[in-house]
């Protein structure tokens, strides 16, 4: 019976890219043509904010700007290179009011990072300026955070 229900949602609600809308498998984030043009951010890269290099040097690789000004932070994860296809969804996210994108963004960083999530202690939101909540009605980092913690909580 369950389903049933599932595939009448999928029939009303068909998933869709969320780069290019073409329609997809129920449990996809991107058609192949842009899961082609994503660029994932490998080692070796940066241990503190995972900028890339293009070769390895040595083990514990740290830029420049990280060397020059330590960030406030320990380490940050990035999945994907900032290109034009990555902007425009998380420009989405945040602008253009499409919360349910929270739920794919954390099942795609969960896959790409459950080692690192696994070993937090916490997961906890940046906090958004009372003015641009006020402005985007939502916090996006709150969003994903408790997405991510439901996903988390399941392991």
């Not at 960030?71 to 990035?78: F, G």
């Not at 955070?145 to 996903?151: C, D, H, P, R």
């Amino acid at each position: 019976m369950q389903n049933f229900f599932k595939k009448i949602i999928e029939l009303l609600f068909p998933n869709q890219c969320l780069s290019c809308g073409q329609l997809i498998g129920q449990e996809g984030a991107f058609c192949n043509e842009c899961w082609q043009k994503l660029q994932f951010i490998t080692d070796p890269k940066c241990k503190i904010c995972s900028h890339p290099f293009e070769f390895q040097v040595e083990d514990a690789l740290i830029c420049a700007q990280c060397c020059a000004k330590k960030p406030s932070y320990d380490k940050a994860v990035s999945i994907f290179a900032y290109n034009h296809l990555i902007k425009k969804i998380v420009g989405d996210f945040k602008y253009r009011d499409t919360t349910y994108l929270a739920k794919k963004f954390a099942r795609i960083l969960f896959n790409h990072s459950s080692d690192l999530i696994n070993n937090a202690d916490l997961i906890v939101p940046v906090p958004l300026h009372k003015k641009r909540l006020r402005k985007r009605k939502f916090n996006q980092a709150l969003l994903l955070a408790q997405e991510l913690s439901k996903i988390w909580t399941l392991k």
